[in-house]
């Protein structure tokens, strides 16, 4: 007798059941593809028990009768394929022609359709992949999907589905994502007779993004022109990258109208947002990618979650470059609201007075607005600068050393800065020694010795000094590193290092980036070195602690990727050569970060994704203090 045996059709759609339908919202999925593809404007979505009592479905498109009504029942029954040649190029959301006989088979299924040519309209009752109905009836055009009782016939399956909360949730994040990729659709959701998400056709996209994460603040449009020799086109909105909270990514990625999961699309777009997002954050929002059918193929899962790209390399670049343009583009935008300062005629400079008294206790607070008159004899000459290669001697008015890249000590205050009890007006553009000036914010003071406030025409700005400063830096290094033009200084004392021999075959991995960074190592036997010259951006950061940090990035385990490992190692560079917390700033050198931050193209945020300026309008301070 032979061993091989056919299955029972019924038995062969419970097996395809296991692949297709994996819980209530599976089921949910499934038909809500079918009503897109059927060119539905409309769908109502009723669910009761958690989704296994009742799942109905209700759309507007184009409905069937009762041939097709018929046909669908059976397995890869389908009007989505007809040749060998579609399946290299699905235009549809569904094509197999298995969910239909598969939801059937594991529940009680009823279909009520009727074409708008058609006066009545077919119902069909299935009882566990049994046909017991099948007669004309009156109703709307479209159609309508009942499944009650699933998996009645296979209570092991049902015992492995989770709470009713935890399954309601996963259909409500189904119907959410159909939303977003299907603007032109309304969709509802109703869950035991109460609409739970109502999405109208008269939302855009960004509303409705809005609305199903439960976000109010403005989105980072992402986008590109498809171009007509490939024809790839993505399009979606980002969360600025200061409001992603920590934990997994809440991005959702469709591709040509198909929610999927792709760790491919999140890593190219984590990469376009490089330097933005701190550790620990994922990017937030959705992203549509809408290349040719032909160039994807969506049949490598049987629940078609997943997708498989001809040229994903050449995706990966595309999004992130698009992303990246998007990120750069933002700031340009907000390099106009921060930093340009257009005044109405019933907006005047407020004069600002911040001593109120003879004596104040010290808070931090240091007034630009306000300086003291101290007399000349009074005033401490500038630091001198340490030779380099030596620690710097310390300057009893700054906790740390002031890099030089950034720093002029030795300049006067600019005619700006008023004596105390003569506050200053905002800037008319012009910074000191009547050069022009980038930014037209007004300096009220430095807090804390790391904090600028400012004040611009949208309200209070308060500047991060060594996140903004760090931020610059790691733009020249990358700059110049990619130029091969980093500037060195050499030590005035060579200093000597002894290294791990685990740091040894670092340095000698790695010599090539060490030297085009700006430094100059020399070997001086075994595993001592000798550095003679440091990046002239460091400016008098302890070239031994540089240099052992720098070691230690290009030791990570973690930096696979070589050009995120080099990124990584030129911000911590700038992050050691930045102003540091604590350092007191003296008018001529806030104006110089200010200025350099206007003309920069990135700014905002520092290369480990920390903010740099934080903006308080005067709505919001107006609400602080219930002035409005």
């Not at 109905?133 to 999907?145: D, K, L, W």
């Not at 959705?286 to 899962?301: G, Q, R």
């Not at 302890?542 to 940090?549: E, V």
């Amino acid at each position: 007798m032979s061993k091989i045996r056919i299955l029972p059709e019924q038995l062969a759609n419970q097996i395809a059941a296991g692949e297709v339908v994996e819980r209530p919202a599976s089921v949910v999925k499934e038909l809500l593809e079918n009503c897109l593809d059927a060119g539905a404007n409309r769908i109502e979505v009723e669910i009761e028990g958690g989704g296994t009592r009742l799942i109905r479905v209700i759309d507007n498109g184009c409905g069937m009768d009762e041939d097709d009504l018929l046909l669908c029942l059976e397995r890869h029954g389908t009007s989505k394929l007809a040749t060998e040649e579609d399946l290299g190029a699905i235009a549809t959301l569904g094509f197999r022609g298995e969910a239909i006989p598969s939801i059937g088979s594991v529940s009680q299924l009823t279909i009520t359709s009727r074409p708008t040519d058609v006066a009545l309209g077919t119902r069909v009752v299935l009882q566990y992949g049994k046909l017991v109905q099948a007669h004309e009836i009156g109703s709307s055009y479209g159609t309508t999907c009942e499944i009650r009782n699933l998996f009645g016939n296979t209570p092991a399956r049902r015992k492995f589905l989770r709470t009713v909360r935890t399954e309601l949730g996963h259909i409500e994040e189904v119907v959410k994502n159909y939303g977003l990729c299907s603007p032109a659709t309304t969709f509802i959701l109703r869950i035991d007779g109460r609409d739970t998400l109502s999405l109208d056709r008269s939302q855009s996209i960004a509303e409705r993004l809005g609305m199903v994460m439960h976000y109010d603040g403005h989105f980072i449009e992402i986008g590109n022109e498809a171009r007509e020799a490939d024809g790839r086109k993505i399009s979606g909105f980002l969360i600025p990258p200061e409001k992603v909270t920590l934990g997994p990514a809440r991005l959702r990625v469709f591709v040509n109208g198909r929610v999927i999961r792709d760790r491919m699309i999140i890593h190219a777009v984590t990469e376009g947002m490089r330097s933005f997002l701190m550790k620990g954050k994922n990017p937030s929002g959705l992203i549509h990618l809408t290349i040719p059918p032909a160039e994807v193929d969506v049949n490598v899962h049987p629940a078609k979650h997943e997708v498989r790209f001809r040229s994903s390399r050449e995706i990966h670049e595309l999004i992130n470059q698009t992303v990246a343009r998007a990120m750069r583009d933002q700031q340009a935008a907000m390099k106009m609201t921060i930093f340009s300062m257009h005044r109405s005629n019933d907006q005047t400079a407020i004069p600002l007075d911040l001593n109120l008294v003879d004596e104040q206790p010290d808070y931090g607070f240091v007034s630009l607005l306000s300086p003291p008159a101290a007399p000349a004899e009074d005033i401490p000459p500038p630091p001198t600068a340490a030779p380099l290669g030596r620690l710097p001697t310390p300057v009893p008015a700054a906790k740390t050393p002031r890099p030089q890249s950034l720093l002029t000590t030795a300049e006067p205050l600019p005619n700006h800065v008023a004596p105390r009890g003569n506050p200053i007006s905002p800037r008319e553009g012009a910074s000191e020694e009547g050069r022009p000036s980038a930014h037209n914010l007004q300096v009220i003071g430095q807090y804390d010795n790391l904090y600028i406030f400012c004040r611009n025409n949208d309200g209070l700005l308060i500047i991060d000094q060594h996140a903004a400063h760090e931020r610059l830096l790691y733009e020249k290094f990358r700059r110049q590193y990619h130029a091969a033009t980093i500037a060195r200084q050499t030590l005035m004392f060579p200093v000597t290092i002894e290294l791990s021999l685990f740091q040894t075959q670092l340095v000698e991995k790695n010599g090539d980036e060490i030297d085009r960074m700006g430094f100059s190592i020399r070997d001086f036997g075994g595993n001592t070195f000798i550095i003679s010259a440091i990046p002239a951006l460091a400016g008098t950061t302890n070239p031994c602690d540089l240099f052992l940090d720098i070691l230690q990035q290009f030791g990570s385990e973690s930096s696979s990727d070589r050009r995120s490992c080099l990124d990584t190692v030129l911000a911590t560079m700038a992050c050691k050569a930045a102003v540091k917390a604590g350092t007191l700033l003296n008018s001529p050198e806030i104006d110089k970060l200010l200025n350099e931050m206007a003309k920069a193209d990135l700014f905002s945020h520092c290369p480990h994704g920390r903010p740099v300026v934080k903006q308080f309008t005067r709505d919001e301070i107006k609400k602080w203090f219930y002035r409005t």
